[in-house]
Every structure is written in C-alpha cells, then in structure tokens.
Nanobody
Framework: QVQLAESGGGLVQAGGSLRLSCAAS????????MGWFRQAPGKEREFVAA????????AYANSVKGRFTISRDDGRNTVYLQMNSLKLEDTAVYYC?????????????????WGQGTQVTVSS
C-alpha cells in the first residue's frame, strides 16, 4: 500500500503561482512513477503531468506545457507540481497518483494509488 497526501492547494488570482506537494508513505516511493491529474466540476479526471521512477523523464498535458513543472525528491518521498501563469481553466481538484508504469503516459489505468485531492481555484 502507498498512502498519498496532497497539500498546497488554495485560491489564487489568474497569472499567479502555486506549488502542490504530495507526500507518500508505505511502499518504496522510488519504485513508482508519479503523476498529477485534475478534475473540474462536471468533467472527467484528466492527466496533467508525470515523472518517471528515476526522475529522468517528464511528460505534460498540452494545456499545461510550459507553465507547470513536475519534480520529485525521493529523500523526502515527495512529488511536487509547480504551477505558474495560472488560468481560470486550471481550476479543479488536483490528485496525486502513484503509477505502475511511466509509459504509456497519462493513462488512468496505470494508476495504482490515488491521493484524496486538493482544490485549486483560480479567480479573475
């Protein structure tokens, strides 16, 4: 079992920044690729970003590329999502995920464990 706990969500104005954190406990964190997904009201949960087991590869949804950065600190068992230049359409609940495989990228079927989610609200 892997337990994931997100933090860092909140209310921010458009153009602002937030950094989400996801602390993992349980099985060996470094064995997992990690990812972030998000779900806006009335929409399906969608892929945002992923990072491979050793941190050497990252992938992003087109909608966040160039604005969001995923990183991991295996010493702290934590994965981060730095979100810059936030837009109204980034408003969603953001979920951390432990992935059994980095490839294929962005597949919900690859998720072994989910966090409980953290709300990000971008205001005008």
């Amino acid at each position: 079992q892997v337990q994931l706990a997100e933090s860092g969500g909140g209310l921010v104005q458009a153009g602002g920044s937030l950094r989400l954190s996801c602390a993992a406990s349980g099985r060996t964190f470094s064995n997992y690729a990690m990812g972030w997904f998000r779900q806006a009201p009335g929409k399906e949960r969608e892929f945002v970003a992923a990072i491979s087991e050793n941190g050497g590869n990252t992938a992003y949804a087109n909608s966040v590329k160039g604005r969001f950065t995923i990183s991991r600190d295996d010493g702290r068992n934590t994965v981060y999502l730095q979100m810059n230049s936030l837009k109204l359409e980034d408003t969603a609940v953001y979920y951390c995920a432990a992935l059994r495989n980095f490839y294929p990228v962005g597949r919900r079927e690859s998720v072994d464990y989910w966090g409980q989610g953290t709300q990000v609200t971008v205001s005008s």
